[in-house]
């Protein structure tokens, strides 16, 4: 029997985001009913998958902090429908960082949101520049997560990925086959090297994918990494207490043993990716994980609810319920 699962990089498509549906309808169509259900589908493919908890995100997109709002309200109706099986990450209008913040309190405090998901950059900008920082200076304060996912590559940033080869396969190259990991933990790099962990020792990030490609290279990083600047937190530190890695969509032993070299079992949760990736593909992955010698049953515990629940302050149960 497997142990009861939270997953955290699970995603909704709303229609108060203008352009939404017809942003995804080219990217993934057949996805369409699964992204938008906020009910009965969803549920039964939770279900499928032996799925305690989800928390919903928007899938990435941009849009004005007015829609966010819209799109929040839609997720928190949804969540008080059915408080067992769904909690919210609070999407924000990134662009304007001072409504991003307000947003996210408003998300937390009054819509029972657990933190926030937000889009890897904004039109090629990160957030190491400090007019994003009231962000996560917002985040510290409400003690509550910032996740930072992958999103889609700007017209600049795209043209990195194109070569002697198709629009299309420099679309997945920018996406899922790579660019969306790369430049997700290239931002890790480059929030430490900008000093945020240092001003903010209580930040708490999340990322998906197994680390993001940094897991892999972090042997090599570390020692770079001490030439970026005087730091009071270097590299290790910040990333043993302020990095927190879901599974999402990487769904073998592999990635997961070199993720166990390098982080703390207590960092590390399970995630699927859904409707992007399947919740029994998922479960499959958590069968094989409980068959392997990589984790006892207390590890296995901690990767599949344990940790989540900590770091949300949620709670699950093992049986399902709607």
Request: proline content about 5%.
């Given at each position: 029997?497997?142990?009861?699962?939270?997953?955290?990089?699970?995603?909704?498509?709303?229609?108060?985001?203008?352009?939404?549906?017809?942003?995804?309808?080219?990217?993934?169509?057949h996805l369409l009913p699964k992204l938008q259900s906020l009910?009965?589908?969803?549920?039964?493919?939770?279900?499928?998958?032996?799925?305690?908890?989800?928390?919903?995100?928007?899938?990435?997109?941009?849009?004005?902090?007015?829609?966010?709002?819209?799109?929040?309200?839609?997720?928190?109706?949804?969540?008080?429908?059915?408080?067992?099986?769904?909690?919210?990450?609070?999407?924000?209008?990134?662009?304007?960082?001072?409504?991003?913040?307000?947003?996210?309190?408003?998300?937390?405090?009054?819509?029972?949101?657990?933190?926030?998901?937000?889009?890897?950059?904004?039109?090629?900008?990160?957030?190491?520049?400090?007019?994003?920082?009231?962000?996560?200076?917002?985040?510290?304060?409400?003690?509550?997560?910032?996740?930072?996912?992958?999103?889609?590559?700007?017209?600049?940033?795209?043209?990195?990925?194109?070569?002697?080869?198709?629009?299309?396969?420099?679309?997945?190259?920018?996406?899922?086959?790579?660019?969306?990991?790369?430049?997700?933990?290239?931002?890790?790099?480059?929030?430490?090297?900008?000093?945020?962990?240092?001003?903010?020792?209580?930040?708490?990030?999340?990322?998906?994918?197994?680390?993001?490609?940094?897991?892999?290279?972090?042997?090599?990083?570390?020692?770079?990494?001490?030439?970026?600047?005087?730091?009071?937190?270097?590299?290790?530190?910040?990333?043993?207490?302020?990095?927190?890695?879901?599974?999402?969509?990487?769904?073998?032993?592999?990635?997961?043993?070199?993720?166990?070299q390098v982080s703390s079992v207590d960092k590390i949760m399970?995630?699927?990716?859904?409707?992007?990736?399947?919740?029994?593909?998922?479960?499959?992955?958590?069968?094989?994980?409980?068959?392997?010698?990589?984790?006892?049953?207390?590890?296995?515990?901690?990767?599949?609810?344990?940790?989540?629940?900590?770091?949300?302050?949620?709670?699950?149960?093992?049986?399902?319920?709607?």
């Open positions: 029997m497997v142990p009861p699962l939270i997953a955290l990089e699970e995603h909704f498509l709303s229609n108060k985001i203008n352009g939404a549906v017809e942003r995804y309808q080219s990217v993934g169509a009910g009965d589908e969803r549920l039964k493919d939770m279900d499928a998958g032996s799925l305690n908890l989800q928390v919903l995100s928007h899938t990435p997109l941009s849009a004005p902090a007015d829609e966010c709002r819209q799109a929040n309200d839609q997720l928190a109706e949804a969540c008080r429908n059915r408080p067992k099986r769904f909690a919210g990450f609070a999407m924000l209008p990134m662009q304007d960082p001072t409504a991003a913040a307000d947003e996210l309190e408003r998300a937390v405090t009054q819509l029972g949101f657990v933190g926030a998901l937000v889009n890897n950059h904004v039109e090629g900008t990160f957030y190491d520049d400090e007019k994003f920082w009231p962000v996560f200076e917002r985040a510290v304060e409400l003690d509550v997560p910032i996740y930072l996912h992958p999103t889609f590559a700007s017209d600049d940033m795209l043209e990195h990925y194109k070569g002697n080869y198709s629009d299309k396969t420099a679309f997945g190259l920018s996406t899922a086959a790579w660019g969306w990991h790369t430049e997700t933990g290239l931002h890790i790099l480059r929030l430490f090297a900008s000093g945020l962990f240092d001003k903010l020792p209580g930040l708490k990030i999340a990322i998906g994918h197994m680390g993001e490609m940094l897991p892999f290279a972090f042997d090599r990083i570390l020692p770079l990494s001490k030439g970026w600047g005087d730091r009071k937190r270097d590299l290790k530190t910040v990333w043993a207490e302020n990095i927190w890695i879901t599974t999402s969509g990487y769904f073998s032993l592999a990635p997961l043993s070199c993720l166990l399970y995630s699927v990716d859904y409707p992007f990736s399947t919740n029994e593909k998922g479960l499959a992955f958590v069968k094989e994980m409980q068959a392997s010698d990589l984790v006892d049953d207390e590890q296995l515990d901690k990767i599949c609810y344990r940790n989540a629940e900590k770091l949300l302050r949620v709670s699950v149960r093992s049986e399902t319920e709607s």
